[in-house]
C-alpha cells in the first residue's frame, strides 16, 4: 500500500520568496504524481500532474519534480504571494491501482 | 472542462436518519468516480470506486452496508449514508475519471456533513 508524506506539516514565510515543498511515497510504481491545493472548508485545486516518464511539470510560478527511483517529488513555488496561502496535498497512486492515495499536506502561510 | 459537481454542498442531519450525496460529471462521461472522506485536519482517505453499472469496491474498514455507493450512469454517482451518527460527519469529495482523462482524477468541491 502506498504511503504518501509530506514535510514540512506547516510553513510560513514573507511576501516574495521562494519555497519548496517536499512529498515523499513508498511504492515507486506509479505512472503519475498530482499536487494539489485545497483552501480551508474547500475541495481540491489540482495544480500540476506529473507522468512518471516526465521529471517536471511547470505552471505558471509553479515547478513540480518527480525522482520515481528516489520516491521523492517537489513542488517549487517562486515569488510567493498571500494568495499562496493554502494546504497543499501530493498524492500518488499505488502499483497499477486506480485510486490516489494522499499525504497529509502542507499548510502554508505567506505573510503580506 | 472535466468539471465536477456535488449535491448538496453542505447538509446537517439528525442522528439516525440517511442522506444522500450526488456527484456528477458535468462534461465528460466517467467510467469510473472514487468516494473520499476528509476529517478536520486530515488527509483525505479513499472509502470506495465504483465503475458505471458494477458494485463498488469498498476500502478495507469502511462498511459497505452504512455507505451505498450506486454508480447507475456515466454522469453521476451517489453516496448514501445510512443511519447516520455524529461521528459520521465529515468531509466527503468525489472524483472521476474517464477514458480520454488517462490517469487524472478531476476532484468535486465536497460536501460537508453535520450529523447532530
Known amino acids: 500500500k502506498q504511503e504518501v508524506t509530506q514535510i514540512p506539516a506547516a510553513l510560513s514565510v514573507p511576501e516574495g520568496e521562494n519555497l519548496v515543498l517536499n512529498c515523499s511515497f513508498t511504492?515507486?510504481?506509479?505512472?503519475?504524481l498530482q499536487w494539489f491545493r485545497q483552501d480551508p472548508g474547500k475541495g481540491l485545486t489540482s495544480l500540476l500532474l506529473i507522468q512518471s516518464s516526465q521529471r517536471e511539470q511547470t505552471s505558471g510560478r509553479l515547478n513540480a519534480s518527480l525522482d520515481k527511483s528516489s520516491g521523492r517529488s517537489t513542488l517549487y513555488i517562486a515569488a510567493s504571494q498571500p494568495g499562496d496561502s493554502a494546504t497543499y496535498l501530493c498524492?500518488?497512486?499505488?502499483?497499477?491501482?486506480?485510486?490516489?492515495?494522499f499525504g497529509t499536506g502542507t499548510r502554508l502561510t505567506v505573510i503580506p | 472542462g472535466a468539471v465536477v459537481s456535488q449535491h448538496p454542498s453542505w447538509v446537517i442531519c439528525k442522528s439516525g436518519t440517511s442522506v444522500k450525496i450526488e456527484c456528477r460529471s458535468l462534461?465528460?462521461?466517467?467510467?469510473?468516480m472514487f468516494w473520499y472522506r476528509q476529517f478536520p485536519k486530515q488527509s483525505l482517505m479513499l472509502m470506495a470506486t465504483s465503475n458505471e453499472g458494477s458494485k463498488a469496491t469498498y476500502e478495507q474498514g469502511v462498511e459497505k452496508d452504512k455507505f451505498l455507493i450506486n454508480h447507475a450512469s456515466l454522469t453521476l454517482s451517489t453516496l448514501t449514508v445510512t443511519s447516520a451518527h455524529p461521528e459520521d460527519s465529515s468531509f466527503y469529495i468525489c472524483?472521476?475519471?474517464?477514458?480520454?482523462?488517462?490517469?487524472?482524477?478531476?476532484f468535486g468541491p465536497g460536501t460537508r456533513l453535520t450529523v447532530t
Open positions: 462534461d465528460f462521461q466517467a467510467t469510473t
Open positions: 511504492d515507486s510504481a506509479i505512472y503519475n
Open positions: 472524483s472521476a475519471r474517464s477514458f480520454t482523462s488517462g490517469n487524472e482524477q478531476y
Open positions: 498524492a500518488a497512486p499505488s502499483g497499477g491501482a486506480n485510486n490516489l492515495f
